[in-house]
């Protein structure tokens, strides 16, 4: 780089900033942060959900009742003998396995079963679980 390269850079720079600073100063001035009201309103605006602590207090309490279910659920681990018979679908085991108290939702476990490859290599027998075996676990015993 020679001398008149470093001019030419420099001016650049200059002429730059000389036009940042004229547009920074020809723009009106808009207040750096909404009010919540402001918020609110542009996010209905743009379709959004807005919940309020009313809402997620409901879910608190929503939480905290699925943890006490799930606390008396390992109080209560006893071992259940289920029998899969020849011709049962993945449907009906889930269907049983909710009766028996062992799973919570049927849907949710057969979807587990199909998405995770289980539900073809489901075993006819008899098999101990557990009420606080998880759908995993419940699944690994069956395919055995």
């Known amino acids: 780089m020679n001398k008149q390269s470093i001019r030419a ?3 650049g720079l200059l002429a730059a900033s000389a036009a940042l600073f004229i547009s920074g100063q020809m723009l009106p001035e808009q207040p750096a942060e909404l009010s919540t009201q402001q918020m609110i309103q542009r996010l209905k605006a743009e379709n959004y959900v ?3 602590n009313s809402v997620g207090q409901a879910q608190n309490q929503a939480d905290a009742v699925q943890k006490e279910k799930n606390t008396q659920k390992t109080i209560t681990n006893k ?12 449907n009906e085991i889930a269907a049983q396995l909710k009766k028996s108290g062992i799973i919570e939702d049927p849907a949710s476990f057969n979807q587990f079963l199909t998405k995770n490859g289980y539900a073809d290599k489901l ?7 557990k009420t606080s075996m998880t759908q ?9």
Not at 79 to 90: D, H, L, N, Q, Y
Not at 123 to 129: A, C, D, K, M
């Open 136 to 144: 995993k676990e419940v699944a690994d015993t069956l395919t055995k």
């Open 79 to 90: 071992p259940v003998t289920f029998v899969i018979e020849t011709g049962m679908s993945s």
């Open 50 to 52: 807005i919940q309020n």
């Open 9 to 11: 850079f420099g001016f």
């Open 123 to 129: 075993q006819v027998g008899s098999f101990t679980l």
